[in-house]
């Protein structure tokens, strides 16, 4: 990984019983794609570079080739992330062992970047959530954490108090970082809440009918300032989901799309091609295949999409829960209709029943679910 290498025994334990790092997420570790000066996701970057390089005369430093694999501490701890909050489960993050996660976001490197000095800077990097399939979800995908940090004599002539100074000014830099990327654009404010910033928001944008959620960010809870000694400062801070922005900046319709070696894909963006709309080079016909069975208690649907991504990877587009019932006895039966369709190729029958019946067999072996 840049210049750190990472081994399957790193972060894939086959006798830890903590550990549910799957080989397909393993096989992502390292890639960077954000350091491909012609993939969206670096272009992206770069396009957000330049927005801060020519709109701040002091300067953000950059961080990209931070290692993923970071501690329970960098991870949650560090940002005030309480003890009992979901996304500390093994349902929701990928561990390696108890005190080591592949981080969920970007946001695990602020405080050691205080710790260490740095006051303004943007961190871009790959990060890991467990979660459904569909067109916008993947279970790997890249943020960029802004951080900037403000002194008295920044807000004391403002006439307002240093918490609004900060998220004033922190919305009308994402505005027109928005602005910058996509020209005039449909957005909205949102309030909402983090751990680690107060008040909190999040910025929707327009996209095929409907808002999606592209950045989180807010003025930075006091207690993270307090511990690298920056009590009479202010802070604010903001997490921007690449892939989301460059599928709205691109007009790319599938997530998936973004790990395809596919020249049809690959060859349609140059670097510092911010405007370029991608032409989906064909639609291959979706194949559907239902399966249900009965749950047990330990059953999670992201538990179920990894095992159905572990067999399929990126032939499956979509997992949807299509029934759901609780009979007399109090068992619970679970229906999930799974899409197939590559994003390169016609599937063939034969493929895919192969795949579904695979799908079966390790369900039933790794998910102590009785098939229907
Ligand atoms: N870390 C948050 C997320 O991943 C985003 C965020 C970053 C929110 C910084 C506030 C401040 O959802």
Redesign the pocket.
């Known amino acids: 990984i840049g210049g750190v290498t990472i081994a399957r025994n790193d972060v894939v334990r086959d006798d830890d019983p903590t550990n549910n790092v799957p080989d397909s997420i393993f096989s992502k570790l390292g890639m960077q794609l954000h350091r491909r000066d012609k993939h969206p996701i670096g272009i992206i970057k770069n396009g957000i570079y330049e927005y801060f390089d020519s709109n701040y005369a002091k300067k953000f430093e950059k961080f990209e080739d931070l290692s993923p694999i970071v501690s329970t501490k960098q991870n949650f701890d560090d940002?005030l992330v309480p003890a009992d909050h979901v996304s500390r489960s093994l349902n929701d993050t990928y561990y390696v062992d108890p005190q080591t996660v592949l981080r969920?976001?970007?946001?695990a490197h602020?405080a050691e970047l205080l710790r260490k000095g740095h006051r303004r800077f943007l961190v871009t990097g790959d990060?890991y959530r467990r979660d459904s399939i569909d067109a916008t979800h993947y279970p790997v995908f890249h943020?960029m954490?802004?951080?900037c940090i403000f002194s008295p004599e920044d807000w004391n002539d403002s006439g307002i108090d240093s918490t609004l100074y900060a998220a004033e000014d922190l919305k009308k830099c994402l505005e027109g970082l928005a602005r910058h990327l996509f020209g005039a654009v449909e957005m909205r404010w949102v309030d909402t809440y983090?751990p680690?910033?107060n008040p909190?928001f999040e910025l929707e944008i327009y996209f095929k009918e409907d808002w999606l959620e592209v950045?989180?960010?807010?003025v930075?809870e006091q207690v993270i300032l307090k511990q690298s000694g920056l009590d009479n400062n202010v802070a604010?801070?903001?997490?921007l989901?690449l892939e989301r922005l460059a599928m709205v900046l691109f007009d790319i319709p599938d997530i998936r799309l973004f790990w395809s070696s596919d020249e049809r894909f690959t060859s349609q963006f140059g670097k510092g091609e911010l405007g370029v709309k991608f032409k989906p080079f064909s639609k291959y016909p979706p194949c559907y295949k239902d399966i249900s069975f009965w749950i047990s208690d330990s059953f999670t649907e992201n538990n179920f999409c990894d095992v159905v991504r572990g067999i399929a990877g990126d032939l499956v587009e979509e997992v949807k829960l299509i029934d759901n019932f609780t009979n007399k006895k109090g068992m619970t039966s679970h229906c999930y209709r799974i899409v197939f369709r590559s994003m390169e190729r016609s599937l063939t029958d034969e493929e895919v029943n192969d795949l579904q019946s695979k799908v079966r067999d390790e369900v039933q072996r790794k998910l102590n679910v009785e098939l229907r």
Do not use: N, P
């Open positions: 940002v969920c976001h970007t946001s602020q990060v943020q954490e802004g951080f983090f680690f910033t909190s950045l989180g960010c807010g930075t604010w801070a903001f997490g989901g």
